[in-house]
C-alpha cells in the first residue's frame, strides 16, 4: 500500500499562481525607482568587451557609487522557462561566487545590474519579466540595491523601463577594447599648497 497525496486543483492552481507572480510587468519595474545609469552605454560596452556574450547568455554585474565596476560574472541560461525563482537562484549563486554580500550594511551602496543577451527584437518578453524578478530577489538577498536590467539583441542594446538604448554594441558586434569602454581614472587628490611646499 502507498502512502501520499495527489495534487489537488487548487494546489496546482496556486503553484502556476505563484509562477505568474514571479514576473515583473514593465509598469511594476519603472515603479520600483530603479536608479538609473549615468552612462549605460559605457555599462554595456564594459561588460560586452569582457564577457562577449551571445544568446541566452546574461551578465551580472556590481557596480560601486561612482558607478565603476567591482565585480562580474557571465553564465548560459539552461532552463527552457522563463521562472524568477530559478533566475534568481542563478544570479545568486554567481553574485555569492564573485563578491561578498553587503547584508551587515543598514542601507545597500552597491548595485548590480543584469545584462542579457537574447534573440528577437528589444520589446520587453515575459522572460524579461522574470530576469526583472530574479535581479530584484537576489539583490535583496545580497544586500544590493538592484540596478538596471538591460537587454542586448541583435538590433542593440536597451535599458527596460528607461527607454534608453542604442546600436551598438549588439549581440553580433565585435566588442571593443575594455580600455575604450571604462571610464578614466580619478585623479588624484592633492594637499594644495603644502604639498607643494614638501616637494
Known amino acids: 500500500m502507498t502512502f501520499g497525496f495527489a495534487p489537488s486543483s487548487a494546489a496546482s492552481l ?12 514593465p509598469a511594476e519595474w519603472a515603479a520600483a525607482g530603479i536608479p538609473l545609469l549615468r552612462s549605460p ?26 558607478e565603476r565596476l567591482r565585480a562580474s560574472a557571465s553564465f548560459t541560461r539552461r532552463s527552457a522557462s522563463a521562472d ?4 534568481r537562484n542563478a544570479l545568486l549563486a554567481q553574485l555569492r561566487r564573485v563578491i561578498p554580500h553587503d547584508l551587515r550594511r543598514r542601507t545597500p ?15 520587453w518578453t515575459e ?16 544586500g544590493l540595491r538592484c540596478g538596471a536590467y538591460i537587454t542586448l539583441t541583435r ?5 527596460l523601463g ?6 551598438h554594441p549588439s549581440a553580433g558586434s565585435e566588442p571593443e577594447p575594455v580600455a575604450m569602454s571604462e571610464a578614466p ?4 587628490r592633492t594637499g594644495g599648497a603644502a604639498s607643494d611646499v614638501l616637494r
Open 41 to 66: 552605454r559605457e555599462v554595456v560596452s564594459g561588460l560586452h568587451a569582457r564577457h562577449r556574450p551571445g544568446p541566452a547568455t546574461a551578465v551580472v554585474a556590481v557596480l560601486d557609487p561612482d
Open 185 to 188: 581614472p580619478r585623479i588624484p
Open 155 to 159: 538590433d542593440g542594446w536597451q535599458v
Open 14 to 25: 496556486s503553484t502556476s499562481a505563484a509562477s505568474a507572480n514571479r514576473v515583473l510587468e
Open 109 to 123: 551602496v552597491r548595485t548590480a545590474v543584469l545584462l542579457y543577451c537574447r534573440e528577437g527584437d528589444a520589446r
Open 84 to 87: 524568477g525563482w530559478m533566475y
Open 162 to 167: 528607461e527607454g534608453r538604448g542604442g546600436r
Open 127 to 142: 522572460e524579461d519579466g522574470a530576469w526583472m524578478w530574479g535581479l530584484r530577489d537576489a539583490c535583496t538577498l545580497h
